[in-house]
């Protein structure tokens, strides 16, 4: 075990680390958001075939909402009548894909996992769009009204300097909402860093467990951790010995379902879709983790 001066050190480092790929990130995505065309967006998910739902999880991929900010960008993509295929392949996409999670991956936990990450999260949320299109389950819908998009109707500043401020304002609040998520993340990182037995850990979910990707998995489904919160995590457990692999599906099946997300979505789909959604992310948690297992 390490000491408390190890232990605090840890914290501090990541934490620094953190809040300034935050912030960097998130005012360069704000900026480009700025300017990104929805109503197009929404014209090119309602593309013909596997090129709606491809479109659909790019955007999920660009975007930098939580599970629960989906919500009303789903809300929205109802309304403008984009095809249900789509908007699933968005809805499972977005809490787990954005350049910032993607920058932090590769940063933190290697850019050989954040590929293979984002390859992976990708191709299992295009393939169940498609897979629920075709099912039919565009019937349990319900249906949704919504009172008007106010974030369409901001004027967009014209000088580049005060867009810039603009989209820093932007990325600081997104930064005061997932503040104490990020605080509360690497301090059990440093905990874990810090005082966590290592043969312990090594059992549940070390290489040598051949059932440690699904065991993790399931640990992860009742929590909602945001990825900047996980990954932290995840790099204290790897140095007690923890798999990539079981990493990776503690991030999916933590970060992709959340249960305050859930009580949204009941409002806007029926049971059915409700209990596939919960599948599909722990599926793609336990797939994920076995295959980044095998590959590195």
Same mark, same amino acid.
């Not at 075990?1 to 680390?17: G, Q, S």
């Not at 070390?206 to 995840?234: C, D, K, T, W």
């Not at 793609?284 to 095998?294: D, E, P, R």
């Given at each position: 075990?390490?000491?408390?001066?190890?232990?605090? /050190?840890?914290?501090?480092?990541?934490?620094?680390?953190?809040?300034?790929?935050?912030?960097?990130?998130?005012? @360069?995505?704000?900026?480009?958001?700025?300017?990104?065309?929805?109503?197009?967006?929404? /014209?090119?998910?309602?593309?013909?075939?596997?090129?709606?739902?491809?479109?659909?999880?790019?955007?999920?991929?660009?975007?930098?909402?939580?599970?629960?900010?989906?919500?009303?960008?789903?809300?929205?993509?109802?309304?403008?009548?984009?095809?249900?295929?789509?908007?699933?392949?968005?809805? *499972?996409?977005?809490?787990?894909? =954005?350049?910032?999670?993607?920058?932090?991956?590769?940063?933190?936990?290697?850019? =050989?996992?954040? @590929?293979?990450?984002?390859?992976?999260?990708?191709?299992?949320?295009?393939?169940?769009?498609?897979?629920?299109?075709?099912?039919?389950?565009?019937?349990?819908?319900?249906?949704?009204? *919504?009172?008007?998009?106010?974030?369409?109707?901001?004027?967009?500043?014209?000088?580049?300097?005060?867009?810039?401020?603009?989209?820093?304002?932007?990325?600081?609040?997104?930064?005061?909402?997932?503040?104490?998520?990020?605080?509360?993340?690497?301090?059990?990182?440093?905990?874990?860093?810090?005082?966590?037995?290592?043969?312990?850990?090594?059992?549940?979910?070390?290489?040598?467990?051949?059932?440690?990707?699904?065991?993790?998995?399931?640990?992860?489904?009742?929590?909602?951790?945001?990825?900047?919160?996980?990954?932290?995590?995840?790099?204290?457990?790897?140095?007690?010995?923890?798999?990539?692999?079981? !990493?990776?599906?503690?991030?999916?099946?933590?970060?992709? @379902?959340? @249960?305050?997300?859930?009580?949204?979505?009941?409002?806007?789909?029926? /049971?059915?879709?409700?209990?596939?959604? !919960?599948? *599909?992310?722990?599926?793609?948690?336990?797939?994920?983790?076995?295959?980044?297992?095998?590959?590195?």
């Amino acid at each position: 075990m390490n000491t408390l001066l190890d232990t605090i /050190k840890y914290f501090l480092i990541i934490m620094a680390e953190l809040v300034g790929l935050f912030l960097a990130i998130s005012t @360069i995505i704000a900026y480009v958001l700025m300017h990104l065309p929805q109503e197009k967006i929404k /014209k090119w998910m309602s593309g013909k075939g596997i090129w709606g739902n491809i479109m659909a999880v790019l955007f999920g991929a660009v975007t930098p909402f939580c599970a629960c900010s989906t919500v009303p960008i789903t809300v929205g993509l109802i309304q403008a009548g984009a095809p249900f295929g789509a908007i699933m392949s968005f809805v *499972i996409s977005s809490p787990l894909m =954005d350049p910032l999670v993607f920058i932090m991956l590769g940063t933190f936990l290697g850019w =050989d996992v954040a @590929i293979i990450f984002l390859v992976l999260t990708s191709v299992v949320s295009v393939l169940a769009g498609v897979v629920l299109e075709k099912m039919g389950w565009a019937k349990y819908v319900k249906n949704v009204r *919504i009172k008007g998009d106010h974030a369409q109707d901001e004027e967009i500043p014209k000088k580049f300097l005060i867009k810039l401020k603009v989209s820093f304002l932007k990325a600081w609040a997104d930064f005061k909402r997932v503040f104490w998520y990020m605080i509360i993340g690497v301090a059990i990182g440093a905990v874990i860093y810090g005082y966590l037995p290592e043969d312990l850990l090594a059992q549940v979910a070390g290489p040598n467990n051949p059932f440690a990707v699904l065991i993790v998995a399931l640990i992860g489904l009742p929590l909602y951790i945001r990825v900047e919160s996980a990954i932290p995590i995840g790099l204290a457990l790897i140095g007690k010995g923890a798999s990539m692999g079981s !990493i990776i599906a503690l991030i999916i099946s933590g970060a992709g @379902i959340a @249960i305050p997300e859930l009580t949204m979505f009941a409002s806007l789909f029926k /049971k059915k879709i409700i209990i596939a959604f !919960i599948i *599909i992310v722990f599926v793609m948690a336990v797939f994920s983790g076995i295959i980044i297992n095998l590959l590195l």
